[in-house]
């Protein structure tokens, strides 16, 4: 990698390389029995260079010619890329506890055991198709720079993720277990999987209408996914952000509170620096309904006139950096899930959204299809229904809370707890 | 290559086991707005085993060539925890065992056209929309992939075939008062760069869609006729039939595999479903899948009866079916998994006119806006629409999303248009990428589909 370096400033460039490491192993099962089992074993490396202030970028899997890399990098500054900013000197971050030791104890074998288990409990308690995927990584990468930044990072993961389908359907009830090593799913785990699942097994029949709609951990994205692109400075930058000129407003409702939260290494995945080599740090994007902050990344930062907020991360090895909210944090509220449930009069539970990325996202818009879509009259879940869509849009929706629950869940939405809205269109065939 | 790719697998000690090498060369360009913030060709390499000892079958994705022999025990003993564990041990349908090295006849190969070259087409349609004062920004790309794939079996299957995508593409966004509005343009294809050329019409067209879209009436959400274009039929046929036509995706779904029996009536008698990749020139043409079995045509539906299904060798075995050659991979870092290749609804024999007729009061909507499945339900966007008065297009509608349920949506379909067009662009991300999924339809007219709006 040094050497990397030691070429491109020969050629009159700033440079940053970008390597990274992965082995992972996924156990799958369908229908309570073992599937399949893969593996991979991946590495890479992306080399940035800056020179008369445009960029360049290459990226390699096999870093067996360094010259050839360094080459590309550099015809890829003919086309006059901007890199009117500068690759940062970072040092003397705080040491983040990102990788557990024991997952390297962790065999398939135990994976397969785990999962065979979960299906054993729920198969006592309902019979139905179970799903399950369970996942350990260990990934590391390091990053360098002609300004003296090296960076190095170990991360450990592991994720199962439980899927209840529902007959005739490939619509399930899930729910994701993480951690930075094994983590054996518990009894609550299970039976907020079984007991809802059963609860909403029925087909039933219900009105269209506006009504009040949970959105689980698990679904929550489909809003999150609105609110990260307009606080992205990026959608800034193009004008296209609705909240621009907003920072200090009251936007949605003071019960809602969202952060970046990178450094929580309690959940696999924190990172002390993104992927550009700036120091991440928390801070709130929503604080009690007021608008807080834009997330920034070094090329956004230099254009609007600021600084990185640390939120420059790669899409993979062949991409360059980008702003990205990598570790969203929506604040719990105080009601229990069941309490939430018992408060609801009439409404729908999204188990799961299609067509999330559809629909016009800068505006705000969404329009989903609920599958599954579990109904609630009085207090109770009482089935799920067929054919069901809700649509709104953020900017009125994330007014509209009711309760949030008051525990997160980290799912890849980030770590949310369910929240219920009042008031969405619900279309129902 | 194959020498190499030969002495990684004569150290196997299971009954079957295949390589795949593939060298990726990836030529990507895009603008923001004015801005150019990519430009680069850049090239990457990996290996993906796979090995069926015991009855289980695993894979492994690597890049390092220094790890082959650790890869290879690996898969090795994921294939033993998976034949301990499985009742059922895994078959393989058996196949014709090919040596081939298959390049596709392209009109210009884009790897011999320089980079400048790309860049100035492609600043030239950008500027297209850039042009107009309500177009805020714009996020077009220039995407060429060229892939090398070398295929060895310890059958003896020995393959070597190039698959080339060259596309342009991306979307446009226009801003009036708080209101946003964006629209998808794209050409590309499997042939070579120059379905690339003389594309500007189609930027234009899409910019003026988008800035009718300004004024347009928000749908509004209800049950509705409606008439999809040929894009938005391609994309229903793919979200809201296809993936069930998948093996893989109800193999071991009980409740799936009995309703989706080979001479179940699911649609209405003139509906017809075909996957056919070996029609040349459109996007989803290839010769081999990546277990070196050669693609062939499958009649998936004939006059609204299930009458085939897309295999990988494991899952011909599993339902003693036929194997028809649909299990593809993104690229080096993925194993195989079966894939439409290019998804259409056959021929039918109505005029634009007479459908618009026969529709009488609903919706017609135009172009996809990305669509999803899961098991029966299915959701996906369309671009714009019109309201339907009479058989008469009235006002401009926007923000349109569908939504349905496969088994009562392929039994309301009563009129097929005799127009059939297939896309230049795809994209299905069923776990992996698939660049060149490519689906098609004429017009279809639908009833009772459930449309979603504010």
Redesign the interface.
Known sequence: MEELLQIAQRKGCKAEVFFSEGHS?IVSF??S????????????VGLRIIKDNKQ???????LLDKEELVN??L??L?????GLFDFPLTCNLKVLDTYSPEIEQIS??LL?EEC?RICDIILQKVTC?I?ITAQKTISSLRLINTHGTDLFLQSSSYALSTEM????????LYRVITGKSFKKADDEYIDFLSNNYKLSLNEVKAR?GKMKVLFLPETLYVLLWRLQTAASS?SLY???S?LAGKIGEKVFDEKFSVFNDPLNDSLPGARAFDDEGVQCRQFPIVEEGIFKNFYYDL?FAEKLKTDSTGNGFRGG??S?PAPSLKHIYVKPGDKTFSEIIASIDEGIIVG?A???????I??G?F???I?PAIYIKDGIIIGNV????????IYETLNNIIAIENKTYLSHGGNCPSILFNDI?V??? | MFYRLKQILSRTTARYADIRYEKLKETRIIFNGKELIHVGTNSSDGFVIRVLKNGGLSSIAFTKFDDANKALKTAEQNACLLSINSKKPVEFAKTEIYKDNFSPFLNEDPRNITIDEKLDLLRKYNNIPLSYEKVVTTNIYYNEVIREKFFLSTEGAEIKEDLITTSIGGLITAKEGSLIQNIRVSAGGSTGFSILRNRESEFENRTKILLELLKAEQAKGGIYNVLINQDLAGVFTHEAFGHFSEADLIEDSPSMREKMQIGAMLGTEILNIKDDPTIPGQLGFYKYDDEGVPVRPVNLMKNGVLSGRLHSRRTAAAFHEDITGHCVAEDYRFSPIIRMGNIFVELGDKTLDEMFDSLGNGLYLLDAKGGQTSGENFTFGAQYGYIIKDGKKTKMIRDINISGNLYNTLKNISAIGNDLVFCETGGCGKGQLNIRSCHGGPHVLIKDLVVGGI
């Open positions: 192993d369908e229908d029995k073992l599937k399949n089992i893969d593996s991979k074993i991946l590495s890479g360049g970028f290459a990226y390699t899997r096999n590309n990098a015809e890829s003919k086309g006059g890329v901007d398939n074998n397969v065979k198709q799903n389908l529902y007959p005739y359907t490939s619509a399930s269209s990026s193009q004008n296209i609705p090329y090895i062949s360059k799961g299609l067509g999330a990325h559809s629909g016009n800068p505006n818009d329009s989903i299809g599958s067929k054919d069901a869509m809700a649509a709104g849009n269109n279309i129902i065939k």
